[in-house]
């Protein structure tokens, strides 16, 4: 009778297979000592923090080259051969099926949504909220002054990229310099004084102090004479405008060019990777806006208002070149402009340097900001240029880890497991993940904002704040990627839950300006009757065509008489309580961003 063929466990281990079995033994220990000693180099890194990754990576290799070895011994039988060959069809059958089964549903929901978003007239596409292009020869920002500031800023090249090569030869030099840079303040060891300059704050009623500016002013010119001084000191409202004079020329050659029609700057909108886009110009208008208004609140108490008027209505247009662009950081330094633009304004009012012509153009021009319509343009930017950094991340996998600064070090963890299923899953799954982005986004940031009502729905910014921790405990192929663009809206102050801090910028901003205009229809009642009303209402239509209400509860703002013949007029604010308008301080200094109320008040006399 013929002997029953051994298995593969019991059958003779021949020499080769001896040695393929030390060799696997000394691989194993050499990966070991290699891993860990590489990983010791890192800083701040001890030898427990990668022991257990260095022998479980290592083991898992050793398991895996044994699996190897046992299929080819195995194999040597050509029945089993067979087997393995038959095996190996089915599985990479099935994952072809699972490959075309997941791209085929992740395509079909992700063109379903899109259609049905564009029939309710929503654009998802970045295209789409790319502001239109306009002539050169009529747009403020392709003029000389900026071409060369922001050729000093990017270098020639990539200067290019903004203005193209014959703009660029046509400012007839190559060594550029930054125009636009007007500091107020100089920086460098040598030049930092004891006595720093005092800037107001118009939500402490708190005015600039100028005689701490003449004073820097001053001592500055001891060190370089960089500003201008007088000879013998002047009131501190002439000396700060002798300073700021040195940028005269500058200032006026940027009013000449914002008077054309159009303000758009040549953002490279058609780069693959949206995130890797230039916006250098933001903070040249933000430190513009900074220094014009200095020079307002100067001109203000030097009783010159038409020069102060000037400037602000110059700090709007700057306003305008960002309102259009449909990035959140451009709309977050627009907010910033405008909260340095509201000092002067509110100097104007306390002092009453303001006709009621002044007052006039003042309100037409506070009433063009309408930051609830921003929000919700910021927040359509961010969509579509999620998607499309998605787009971009599915034709190049290799730059997730890039994008999102992973590392081998600091993410063994679920986060870098996904992130290389994402590198070499299914391109259905990109698909998901923008369909998760999309809809978290239209569903639940667009409608904290109610633009018909033009107020902030504490409801759904709660809720938006659940589903997204709900979401984030719950991390898969589907949804990691829109997580890490949310997390965008999580970079929070300490006391603040997930997903306000962006809608409180936008909130704020807009009662401050509703809070403005209603102090200027104020301002024009008082001169009308040499005292304010008793109430608000008695300013329609006459002075305000309708009263703006509380964007916090969508209530009458408070108002009360005071008794020096002043006014307080709040908002009830972030935590909307009224707090009888109280401003609550932190270090008595800082306003607190979400307690107290959002006060209009001028200093006690």
Same mark, same amino acid.
Request: glycine letters at 4%; proline letters at 4%; a positive charge.
């Given at each position: 009778?013929n002997e029953?063929?051994?298995?593969?466990?019991t059958?003779?281990?021949s020499?080769?297979w001896?040695?393929?079995?030390?060799f696997?033994i000394?691989?194993?220990?050499?990966?070991v000592?290699?891993?860990?000693?590489n990983l010791?180099?890192?800083?701040?890194r001890?030898f427990?923090?990668?022991?257990?990754?260095?022998?479980?990576?290592?083991?898992?290799?050793?398991?895996?080259?044994?699996?190897v070895?046992?299929?080819?011994?195995?194999s040597c039988?050509?029945?089993?051969?067979?087997?393995?060959?038959?095996?190996?069809?089915?599985?990479i059958?099935l994952?072809?099926?699972f490959?075309?089964?997941?791209n085929?549903?992740?395509?079909?929901?992700w063109?379903?949504?899109?259609?049905a978003?564009?029939?309710?007239? !929503?654009?998802l596409?970045?295209a789409?909220v790319?502001? $239109?292009p306009?002539s050169?020869?009529?747009?403020?920002?392709?003029?000389?002054?900026?071409?060369?500031q922001?050729?000093?800023?990017?270098?020639?090249?990539?200067?290019?990229?903004?203005?193209g090569?014959r703009?660029?030869a046509?400012?007839?030099?190559t060594?550029?310099?930054?125009?636009?840079?007007?500091p107020?303040?100089?920086?460098?060891?040598?030049?930092?004084?004891?006595?720093?300059?005092?800037?107001g704050?118009?939500?402490?009623?708190?005015?600039?102090d100028?005689?701490?500016?003449?004073?820097y002013?001053?001592?500055?010119?001891e060190?370089?004479?960089?500003?201008?001084?007088?000879?013998?000191?002047?009131?501190?409202?002439?000396d700060?405008?002798?300073?700021?004079?040195?940028?005269?020329?500058?200032i006026?050659?940027?009013?000449?060019?914002?008077?054309l029609?159009y303000?758009?700057?040549?953002?490279?909108?058609?780069? !693959?990777?949206?995130?890797?886009?230039?916006?250098p110009?933001l903070?040249?208008?933000?430190?513009?806006t900074?220094m014009?208004?200095l020079?307002?609140?100067?001109?203000?108490?030097?009783?010159?208002?038409?020069?102060?008027?000037?400037?602000?209505?110059?700090?709007?247009?700057?306003?305008a070149?960002v309102?259009?662009e $449909?990035?959140?950081?451009?709309?977050?330094?627009?907010?910033?402009m405008?909260?340095?633009?509201?000092?002067p304004?509110?100097e104007?009012?306390?002092?009453?340097?303001?006709?009621?012509?002044q007052?006039?153009?003042?309100?037409?021009?506070?009433t063009?900001?309408?930051?609830?319509?921003?929000?919700?343009?910021?927040?359509?930017? !961010?969509?579509?240029?999620?998607?499309?950094?998605?787009?971009?991340?599915?034709r190049?996998?290799n730059?997730?880890?890039?994008?999102?600064?992973?590392?081998?070090?600091?993410?063994?963890?679920?986060?870098?497991?996904?992130a290389r299923l994402?590198q070499i899953?299914?391109s259905?799954?990109?698909?998901?993940?923008?369909?998760a982005?999309?809809?978290?986004?239209?569903d639940?940031?667009?409608p904290?904002?109610?633009?018909?009502?033009?107020?902030?729905?504490?409801?759904?910014?709660?809720?938006?704040?659940?589903?997204?921790?709900?979401?984030a405990?719950r991390?898969?192929p589907?949804?990691w990627?829109f997580?890490?663009?949310?997390?965008?809206?999580?970079?929070?102050?300490?006391?603040?839950?997930?997903?306000?801090?962006?809608?409180?910028?936008?909130?704020?901003?807009?009662?401050?300006?509703d809070?403005?205009?209603?102090?200027?229809?104020?301002?024009?009642y008082?001169?009308?009757?040499?005292?304010?009303?008793?109430?608000?209402?008695?300013?329609?239509p006459?002075?305000?065509?309708?009263?703006?209400?509380?964007?916090?509860?969508?209530?009458p703002?408070?108002?009360?008489?005071t008794?020096?013949?002043s006014?307080?007029?709040?908002?009830v604010?972030?935590?909307?309580?009224?707090?009888g308008?109280?401003?609550?301080?932190?270090?008595?200094?800082i306003?607190?961003?979400?307690?107290g109320?959002?006060?209009?008040?001028y200093p006690t006399?």
């Open positions: 009778m029953k063929p051994k298995s593969v466990w059958r003779p281990v020499g080769g001896r040695i393929a079995g030390w696997i000394l691989f194993t220990a050499i990966l000592i290699l891993v860990c000693r010791m180099r890192a800083e701040s001890s427990s923090d990668f022991i257990l990754p260095a022998l479980g990576l290592s083991a898992g290799l050793a398991l895996l080259l044994m699996g070895v046992w299929c080819l011994r195995w039988s050509w029945r089993n051969l067979r087997r393995l060959l038959f095996g190996v069809v089915c599985l059958t994952i072809a099926l490959y075309a089964e997941e085929w549903r992740g395509k079909r929901a063109k379903h949504y899109q259609r978003e564009e029939a309710r007239g !929503e654009k596409d970045f789409a790319v502001p $239109p306009v050169d020869e009529q747009n403020f920002a392709m003029q000389p002054i900026w071409v060369e922001i050729s000093g800023i990017l270098g020639m090249e990539k200067a290019k990229l903004w203005y090569e703009r660029i046509a400012l007839g030099h060594n550029f310099v930054q125009p636009l840079n007007l107020i303040e100089l920086t460098g060891r040598d030049l930092v004084s004891p006595n720093l300059p005092i800037s704050d118009w939500r402490l009623a708190k005015k600039t100028l005689k701490s500016w003449q004073h002013y001053w001592q500055l010119a060190k370089t004479n960089y500003f201008p001084v007088a000879t013998v000191p002047q009131t501190p409202a002439e700060v405008l002798l300073a700021l004079s040195r940028y005269d020329g500058t006026e050659e940027l009013r000449r060019a914002s008077q029609p303000a758009r700057f040549p953002i490279t909108y058609t780069n !693959e990777n949206k995130a890797e886009i230039l916006l110009h903070a040249s208008l933000k430190g513009l900074r014009l208004c020079r307002a609140s100067a001109e203000l108490q030097a009783d010159q208002p038409d020069q102060a008027l000037a400037d602000l209505k110059l700090m709007f247009r700057l306003n070149a309102q259009i $449909p990035f959140l950081i451009s709309h977050l330094v627009n907010i910033a405008f909260e340095f633009e509201l000092q304004i509110w104007g009012l306390a002092d009453r340097k303001w006709n009621d012509h007052l006039v153009a003042l309100h037409a021009e506070l063009r900001f309408d930051f609830l319509a921003d929000y919700q343009q910021a927040i359509r930017g !961010e969509r579509a240029s999620g998607v499309d950094i998605i787009d971009s991340l599915r190049h996998p730059r997730i880890e890039e994008y999102f600064e992973l590392t081998d070090l600091d993410q063994i963890s679920k986060k870098y497991l996904l994402a899953g299914p259905g799954w990109f698909e998901q993940n923008k369909l982005l999309c809809r978290f986004m239209t639940k940031y667009l904290i904002v109610n633009l018909k009502d033009r107020t902030y729905s504490v409801t759904h910014a709660a809720k938006s704040i659940t589903d997204l921790e709900e979401l405990s991390r898969t589907y949804n990627l997580l890490e663009f949310a997390s965008v809206f999580a970079n929070l102050p300490a006391k603040f839950a997930q997903g306000q801090v962006v809608a409180y910028k936008f909130i704020q901003a807009q009662a401050t300006a809070l403005a205009r209603v102090a200027i229809a104020l301002e024009r008082r001169l009308a009757h040499e005292e304010f009303p008793e109430t608000l209402a008695a300013l329609e006459q002075f305000i065509a309708k009263l703006p209400h509380d964007v916090m509860n969508g209530q703002l408070k108002y009360r008489r008794a020096d013949g006014f307080i007029l709040y908002s604010g972030w935590n909307e309580t009224d707090g308008g109280e401003v609550v301080l932190r270090n008595k200094v306003p607190v961003v979400d307690q109320d959002w006060v209009w008040r006399k």
